[in-house]
């Protein structure tokens, strides 16, 4: 399998001036499963336009992408781990979840296989060894308040930990436990947290929008079962909240980045190179002038031969 664009001639180009953006730009790396391998596509096009990037803001996948970045990692050093993950990294069935009154667990997979994944790619393991501020969010399922975790916030959780509270998917992944704390994944609130990079001073952001979209296909999703429609439902109040405030922006200019990957499922292991090469591609349109100014009202419509086959919740392995 190939990898991300290369450095070859395509890769020699030249961004828009970017002057806009001012000298204290932030990258705000949203949520969307594995489509959120996008980030490390569109960190090839950032780092290839020499575009300073100051600080990150990420959420769940992009809460984990942007603790690589913040660490230290290029997207060379990204783009094999993506190639390398495979669903039994990250994805193991809580047999207890199956088995009568197994409603009653807190989630279908067992979190300690993602928890090991995230330490073992992180490339450092405490807030104080990091290359640059990082934030990232979960919320407290008892307040129901975002809470924010890194430089400049809340550095008690330690840092591993805190990326799994990020991407605690609700159902799918047991809540994060710190004390007498818990927490879900941060996209519950905030799926794509711009004003928090303009919170931090943002004079610019670099916003990667990689979540669903408004339109997916029905039968499909209904064939899945009920926590397909979950995620489905998850994801249309997710799309709605990013539509709006992208659509109203008032804050610091936002380039903004939105790769095409409607029909693609949060738990889809087969398309990492999609992932990583629409990433990128969205990420060069977005620098060299080509790309959205906002957040669309609409997807295009979708057809059922749009929707690439896969299963919203992955068999055990």
Known sequence: MSEAPSEGPEARWKPIPLDFLGDRVWAVLGGGGIKGLAHVGAW????????????????????LVGACIAGGMGWKDLVPLAFALRKEHIVRINRRAVLINGIRQQALFLGDPLRRYIEDVLPVKSWDELRMPLQMNAVNLETGVTEWFGTGADTSMPLAEAVYATTALPVFYP??????????????????????????????I????????????????????????????????????????????????????????????????????????????????????????KHPDAEPEITERDVRPGPEVPPEP
Do not use: C
């Open 206 to 293: 670099v916003g990667v929008d990689v979540g669903s979209g408004p339109q997916s296909h029905p039968h499909r999703v209904l064939a899945q079962g009920m926590l397909a429609i979950h995620m489905r439902v998850f994801s249309i109040m997710s799309w709605r909240t990013r539509a709006e405030m992208v659509a109203g922006w008032s804050g610091p200019p936002l380039l903004f980045i939105r790769p095409r990957l409607e029909g693609y499922q949060t738990f889809d292991f087969d398309n990492v190179q999609l992932f990583l090469e629409e990433g990128y591609r969205a990420a060069r349109a977005a620098l060299l002038g080509k790309g959205p100014t």
């Open 44 to 63: 090839q096009a950032i780092e290839e336009a020499e575009l300073r990037v100051s600080g990150i803001v990420g959420t769940s996948i992009g809460g």
């Open 175 to 204: 809540p994060a436990h710190i004390g007498e704390r818990v927490y879900v994944d941060g996209g519950a609130e905030h799926s794509l947290a711009l004003h928090r990079a303009a919170e931090l001073g943002a004079s610019g």
